[in-house]
């Protein structure tokens, strides 16, 4: 086991920046903290769950997937190589299950090339994030147990240092990294997971709702009171670690060029299913709602059974940023609630 001094961060990340395009905390102007390239004028230890997963990292909203020019067609592939500092444990589970929807039928090559290699620094929670993190509902943290290259263990002025990889192995070889081998390293690291996994108080009632999907189906005045007050902003899909939904578009360029662009798109949109015929078979917002709640507890589960309790992770992002409170939290409350 090793350890890391938080002062030599900036450092240690300087000199992997010769091998990775660096992803890490980075606190905005703005007061937000997000996940962009590593600046050291803008990096920061002292940061919470951020508003974004990393999800653009390996998902950009909007990105040119391959061009024609005179006829020429030519992919556009990502190139280079990632490496995300300070995740969440939450997010890698919600990577884990990204690369799941992005190989299930076919091998997405752009969503390859972006993860392919990419090295994963978790930084993990010791205590919740804020009221609504209830990863431990979901078996997603509040540290990696597998996945991960380096994990990180805030210990005041220093990290406990996890490796879980080769390339972890090389990483952490600098000066840097100093041995930490006293007897009780072992002991002290499972005591802090201890008190970590037993800090997430919040314990919602996923189970009993999934198997009212499973079951009767929830009430259909559940999804007519939550269709009644959603505003279709689309942030809880945006927000969300787990949310694979994407639209292309061509753009053309002159008469014989033009590209094919891959964005980000929601469920939750009246556009996303209607058919060219103009019907729509989720013609209603209770009826959009009910599909990707049902996705995310009932269906993911079934098709893609990944050891994941389902398509949700628990990080508490969609409960966070609904501005009318129609999280998966208040969701799985009204099913249990309205259905027995
Ligand atoms: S559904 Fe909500 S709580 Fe679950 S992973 Fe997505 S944003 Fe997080
Ligand atoms: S964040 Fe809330 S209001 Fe916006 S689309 Fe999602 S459920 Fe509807």
């Known amino acids: 086991?090793?350890?890391?001094?938080?002062?030599?961060?900036?450092?240690?990340?300087?000199?992997?920046?010769?091998?990775?395009?660096?992803?890490?905390?980075?606190?905005?102007?703005?007061?937000?903290?997000?996940?962009?390239?590593?600046?050291?004028?803008?990096?920061?230890?002292?940061?919470?769950?951020?508003?974004m997963p990393p999800k653009s990292s390996f998902l950009p909203q909007s990105e040119v997937i391959f061009a024609v020019d005179q006829g020429n067609y030519s992919p556009v592939l990502p190139e280079g190589r990632t490496l995300l500092f300070g995740i969440r444990a939450c997010d890698l589970s919600g990577i884990?299950?990204?690369?799941?929807?992005?190989?299930?039928?076919?091998?997405?090559?752009?969503?390859?090339?972006?993860?392919?290699?990419?090295?994963?620094?978790?930084?993990?929670?010791?205590?919740?994030?804020?009221?609504?993190?209830?990863c431990t509902t979901m078996h997603s943290g509040p540290y990696a147990e597998e996945d991960y290259d380096i994990q990180l263990f805030d210990m005041g002025n220093a990290f406990f240092v996890e490796v879980g990889s080769d390339i972890g192995k090389e990483l952490t070889s600098s000066k840097a990294f100093t041995a930490f081998d006293q007897t009780d390293a072992g002991e002290r690291i499972a005591r802090l997971k201890h008190m970590a996994y037993n800090s997430i108080s919040l314990v919602p009632e996923i189970a009993d709702a999934m198997d009212i999907l499973k079951g009767t189906g929830a009430k259909d005045s559940v999804w007519d009171h939550?269709?009644?007050?959603?505003?279709?902003?689309?942030?809880?899909?945006?927000?969300?670690?787990?949310?694979?939904?994407?639209?292309?578009?061509?753009?053309?360029?002159?008469?014989?060029?033009?590209?094919?662009?891959?964005?980000?798109?929601?469920?939750?949109?009246?556009?996303?299913?209607?058919?060219?015929?103009?019907?729509?078979?989720?013609?209603?917002?209770?009826?959009?709602?009910?599909?990707?709640?049902?996705h995310k507890l009932l269906y993911y589960n079934e098709i893609d059974n990944q050891g994941a309790l389902c398509g949700c992770v628990g990080c508490g992002r969609c409960s966070d940023y609904c501005p009318v409170h129609i999280g998966t939290l208040e969701v799985v409350k009204a099913i249990v609630e309205q259905t027995t």
């Open 1 to 51: 086991m090793k350890l890391l001094a938080k002062k030599d961060v900036p450092k240690v990340l300087r000199s992997w920046s010769d091998k990775f395009t660096i992803l890490s905390p980075s606190q905005k102007e703005q007061g937000d903290c997000i996940f962009d390239t590593f600046d050291e004028e803008t990096f920061t230890l002292e940061y919470r769950k951020p508003p």
């Open 226 to 294: 939550f269709g009644r007050k959603c505003i279709t902003c689309g942030g809880c899909v945006y927000v969300c670690p787990t949310c694979t939904c994407y639209n292309v578009v061509d753009r053309i360029i002159t008469i014989d060029s033009g590209e094919r662009i891959r964005t980000w798109d929601t469920c939750l949109y009246g556009g996303f299913t209607r058919e060219a015929s103009g019907h729509n078979p989720r013609s209603t917002q209770g009826l959009r709602l009910k599909r990707r709640h049902e």
């Open 96 to 134: 884990r299950q990204l690369k799941s929807f992005y190989s299930r039928d076919r091998d997405d090559i752009y969503f390859r090339g972006h993860t392919k290699d990419t090295v994963i620094v978790v930084n993990a929670c010791l205590w919740p994030q804020n009221e609504t993190c209830f």
